[in-house]
């Protein structure tokens, strides 16, 4: 069974920045898509930032110009650089990959942003 682990959540202060990692468990994991989506309490989880096997990008309007999502292939993971924090994108991280017939979810990280 593939596993996706999540590192690097935490506080930051805002204006401050946090770097996020998602690994895949198994060497050759190969997918079309990964992401990272998010949920804060009392909202439904919604989509941060996608990235294809191609490194075509695409972000929710919130996150566009502040967040940046990368993938190293030959280390089975993919990124989520996040710069000028807000408060608002207090919430669990999580990270997502898809591929047909197939969609994996990671267990969730904390992203707190202080005011």
């Known amino acids: 069974q593939v596993q996706l682990v999540e590192s690097g959540g935490g506080l930051v202060q805002t204006g401050g920045s946090l770097s996020l990692s998602c690994t895949a468990s198994?060497?050759?994991?190969?997918?079309?898509?990964m992401g990272w989506y998010r949920q804060a309490p009392g909202k439904q989880r919604e989509l941060v930032a996608t990235?294809?096997?191609?490194?075509?990008?695409d972000y929710a309007d919130s996150v566009k110009g502040r967040f940046t999502i990368s993938r190293d292939s030959a280390k089975n993971t993919v990124y989520l650089q996040m710069n000028s924090l807000k408060p608002e994108d207090t919430a669990v991280y999580y990270c997502?990959?898809?591929?047909?017939?197939?969609?994996?979810w990671g267990q969730g990280i904390q992203v707190t942003v202080s005011s």
């Open positions: 997502n990959a898809h591929r047909i017939g197939y969609t994996y």
């Open positions: 198994e060497s050759n994991f190969r997918v079309n898509i």
């Open positions: 990235i294809t096997s191609d490194t075509i990008t």
